[in-house]
C-alpha cells in the first residue's frame, strides 16, 4: 500500500484494484495521480466477500471517496461477490468500476446490481479511464467534500415489529428537547404508515419526510419550514404518509444530500426505519452516528436481531457505530443478557425497563412520558440522553400543555 500526498486541500480518495493485471494496475495508478486527490493505494490479488474478507487500512476507511476497480474476466461470480461487498462497506463514498474483455449484457446488469457504475473493456484505455475520473470527480465535488456537519444522525431499527423503536425514538427525541434544551428533528422514515406522528399527538399529512427529499434539488432554510410539523415541546418532525398505497419513489443519493443538509440545521437528528437492507437504509446507516438496533428479550427478536447484526457486520464502518438495545428488559426474564449478547456477539448498550402499561396510555393519548416523572423509564431516557449531549445531569423540564391525541 502507497499514500501518495497532493495538496492540503485536496479530498482523499481511495483507489482499490482487484484481480487487475500489474500493467494494468501502474496505468490505474498513474492517471489517478494526474488528479487533484491525495491518493490511498491498495492492491488486492484476490476477490473476496462478507466471508471472505480483505484488510482495509485505516486510511482507507477514512477516505473521503473510494475508487474500485474490479476485474470481471477471471471469475465472475466472485468479482460480483467483491462489488457488492464493496458497495455494503463503503456505500455513498464507493465507485466500483467492471474492468472485462466480455460484453455480455446478463453480466452488466447484474454487475450494475452488485454496485458497479463504471464499465471499462480490454485492453485497457488510459484515456477511457480518465475521462471516468474526471467525471467522478465533478460528482464527488458537490458531495464528498461538503464541510463537516455539526448535528448528529442517529438511526433506529428494530429487530421486528412491536420491539417498541418508534417508542424510544420518539421519547428520546422529546427527551433531547425538554431535558436537554437541544434542537432536534425527528424523521419517520416508513414508506407509509409510520407512527411518529400518531404517538406525537400530531397532524404529519402535509409534512412529509420523502416529499421533501424529492425537492432536495431546492432545498434550504426557508423550503424546510414549511414541511416540518412542530411539537409542542419544541421537537420538528418529518412525517411518512399516513395513507396506503400510493408510494412516490425516492433514492439513496437524495436521502443523502438531505440528511446532511438536515444535520447542518439541527444538533439531532433521529430516524425511524424500516428494518432493511435497502439502498436508501444503507444511506442512512452510512451517515449515522449511531444505529441503534431495538429488540426485546424474546426468542423471536434476538433470533431476527443475531441475523440483521449478521447483516451489518460486514460493513466495518457501520459496526462501530452499532448499540444494541433491548427494550422492555426485566431482570425476571428468561432470556439473560448474557446469552443475547452471546447470541449477537455485540455487548448490550441499553437496557431499557419494561413500562409497558404507562407508554401504552402514554402513546394512546398523543403524549409521551415526560422528563422528571421519575418512573425507571423515564429516568433511564434521561441517562440515554445525558450521555449523547455529555451532560452531566438533566434540567427540569418545563410543562407542556396537555391536549388530546390527534384521532380523539
Not at 41 to 52: C, I, L, P
Not at 70 to 97: G, N, W
Not at 262 to 268: A, G, R
Not at 278 to 294: H, M, Q, R, T
Request: overall charge negative; some cysteine.
Amino acid at each position: 500500500m502507497m499514500h501518495r500526498k497532493s495538496n492540503g486541500d485536496a479530498p482523499q480518495v481511495a483507489i482499490l484494484t482487484v484481480n487487475v493485471e500489474q500493467e494494468t494496475g501502474d496505468q490505474i495508478r498513474e492517471s489517478a495521480a494526474g488528479m487533484p486527490w491525495t491518493l490511498v493505494e491498495m492492491d488486492f490479488a484476490n476477490y473476496f466477500s462478507a466471508t471472505k474478507r480483505p484488510h482495509f487500512t485505516e486510511r482507507a476507511i477514512d477516505a473521503q471517496a473510494c475508487i474500485a476497480i474490479v476485474d470481471f474476466d477471471k471469475e465472475p461470480e466472485r468479482a460480483l461477490e467483491t462489488a457488492e461487498f464493496l458497495r455494503q462497506s463503503f456505500y455513498h463514498r464507493v465507485a466500483i468500476v467492471a474492468l472485462s474483455s466480455v460484453t455480455d449484457p446478463d453480466l452488466l446488469v447484474r454487475a450494475m446490481r452488485a454496485g458497479c457504475s463504471e464499465f471499462l473493456g480490454k485492453p485497457f484505455d488510459r484515456d477511457e479511464f480518465t475521462e471516468s475520473l474526471t467525471r467522478l470527480d465533478l460528482r464527488w465535488t458537490a458531495t464528498v467534500a461538503r464541510p463537516h456537519n455539526s448535528g448528529k444522525v442517529l438511526s433506529f431499527f428494530g429487530a421486528k415489529g412491536g420491539v417498541g423503536t418508534t417508542t424510544l425514538a420518539v421519547h428520546l427525541a422529546v427527551f433531547l428537547v425538554r431535558a436537554c434544551k437541544k434542537r432536534v428533528l425527528l424523521i419517520d422514515d416508513h414508506a407509509q404508515l409510520g407512527h411518529v406522528c400518531l404517538y406525537l399527538g400530531l397532524d404529519g399529512s402535509h409534512h412529509q419526510f420523502h416529499e421533501l427529499v424529492r425537492n432536495v434539488s431546492r432545498l434550504d432554510q426557508d423550503l424546510l419550514k414549511g414541511f416540518i410539523a412542530t411539537h409542542p415541546s419544541g421537537l420538528d418532525v418529518l412525517s411518512s404518509p399516513d395513507v396506503h398505497g400510493g408510494l412516490k419513489t425516492t433514492d439513496a443519493e437524495s436521502v443523502e444530500r438531505t440528511l446532511e443538509f438536515l444535520s447542518t440545521q439541527y444538533d439531532f437528528v433521529l430516524l425511524d426505519c424500516e428494518p432493511s437492507f435497502e439502498d436508501i437504509n444503507l444511506a442512512i446507516i452510512a451517515l449515522s452516528n449511531f444505529v441503534y438496533l431495538v429488540a426485546t428479550p424474546e426468542i423471536g427478536s434476538i433470533r431476527d436481531l443475531s441475523r440483521y447484526v449478521d447483516g451489518l457486520i460486514q460493513n466495518e464502518q457501520a459496526t462501530e457505530k452499532l448499540q444494541v438495545v433491548i427494550n422492555r428488559y426485566s431482570s425476571h426474564e428468561a432470556i439473560s443478557i448474557e446469552q443475547i449478547e452471546k447470541a449477537v456477539r455485540l455487548p448490550i448498550a441499553m437496557k431499557i425497563p419494561n413500562s409497558y402499561s404507562e407508554l401504552v396510555k402514554s402513546l394512546n393519548i398523543g403524549e409521551p412520558v415526560s422528563p422528571g416523572s421519575k418512573s425507571a423509564f423515564s429516568l433511564q431516557l434521561e441517562k440515554w440522553a445525558a450521555a449523547l449531549t455529555g451532560a452531566s445531569e438533566i434540567a427540569a423540564p418545563e410543562p407542556v400543555k396537555k391536549r388530546f391525541a390527534l384521532w380523539k
